[in-house]
Nanobody, 117 residues
Framework: QVQLVESGGGLVQPGGSLRLSCLASGFTFSTYRMSWYRQAPGKERELVAAIASTGGSTNYADSVKGRFTISRDNSKNTVYLQMNSLKPEDTAIYLC??????????WGQGTQVTVSS
C-alpha cells in the first residue's frame, strides 16, 4: 500500500523547535523528490521545502529560509523537517508529498503544528 505517514507535530512556544518526520512505504522512496507543504486555515497550501531524490539539492520558501532544514534518509524511507525559531505564523497542518514525473503524486494526511504562547 502506497503511504506517507507524518509525525512530530504539536504545540510549541514561539522561538521553539520541532522535528517532523514522514515515513514512506509501498513505493521506491529513493526515486522520488520529497517535499513538505503546509496549509493554514483560510489560506492556500504552500510549498515549504523540497529535496531531490538523492538529497543533493534542496529549496525553501523565503519565509522559512535559515530556520527550517529538510533532509532525507533513503535507507529508512524517511524525510525530515527540522524547524527552529518557530513563529506563530508557522502554525499550519504540515503535509508530506512524494513526486516522480512518471507517477501520480502521493500525499500524507498531515500533522498539526501550533506555535503559541
Amino acid at each position: 500500500q502506497v503511504q506517507l505517514v507524518e509525525s512530530g507535530g504539536g504545540l510549541v512556544q514561539p522561538g521553539g523547535s520541532l522535528r517532523l518526520s514522514c515515513l514512506a512505504s509501498g513505493f521506491t522512496f529513493s526515486t522520488y523528490r520529497m517535499s513538505w507543504y503546509r496549509q493554514a486555515p483560510g489560506k492556500e497550501r504552500e510549498l515549504v521545502a523540497a529535496i531531490a531524490s538523492t538529497g543533493g539539492s534542496t529549496n525553501y520558501a523565503d519565509s522559512v529560509k535559515g530556520r527550517f532544514t529538510i533532509s532525507r534518509d533513503n535507507s529508512k524511507n524517511t524525510v525530515y523537517l527540522q524547524m527552529n525559531s518557530l513563529k506563530p505564523e508557522d502554525t499550519a497542518i504540515y503535509l508530506c508529498n512524494a513526486y516522480n514525473y512518471a507517477y501520480t503524486a502521493i500525499w500524507g494526511q498531515g500533522t498539526q503544528v501550533t506555535v503559541s504562547s
